[in-house]
């Protein structure tokens, strides 16, 4: 994720991208994913509102090479063993 992604996205606490090297199912469909985490719903949907955010999503939309990005709105549940 780009040091411009990083600043363009206002209220976020961490931000996690991952490269996939393989998949059990043969080649990985995605080459890279990027979890933004935000301390609450209200906070990531204000994240996406200003024009750079939507210029983020325009831009990667441009450099994805296998079809346009998937975004997922998802609730974390993490269990410590």
């Given at each position: 994720?780009?040091?411009?992604?990083?600043?363009?996205?206002?209220?976020?606490?961490?931000?996690?991208?991952?490269?996939?090297?393989?998949?059990?199912?043969?080649?990985?469909?995605?080459?890279?994913?990027?979890?933004?985490?935000?301390?609450?719903?209200?906070?990531?949907?204000?994240?996406?509102?200003p024009l750079a955010a939507?210029?983020?999503?325009?831009?990667?939309?441009?450099?994805?090479?296998?079809?346009?990005?998937?975004?997922?709105?998802?609730e974390e549940y993490t269990?410590n063993f």
């Amino acid at each position: 994720m780009p040091p411009t992604a990083i600043a363009n996205l206002v209220g976020k606490n961490m931000i996690v991208a991952t490269r996939v090297l393989q998949s059990p199912q043969g080649n990985p469909r995605f080459y890279r994913i990027a979890e933004v985490y935000f301390p609450s719903m209200e906070a990531c949907s204000d994240a996406w509102s200003p024009l750079a955010a939507k210029q983020l999503l325009v831009h990667a939309a441009k450099i994805s090479s296998s079809g346009p990005p998937v975004i997922m709105i998802t609730e974390e549940y993490t269990f410590n063993f």
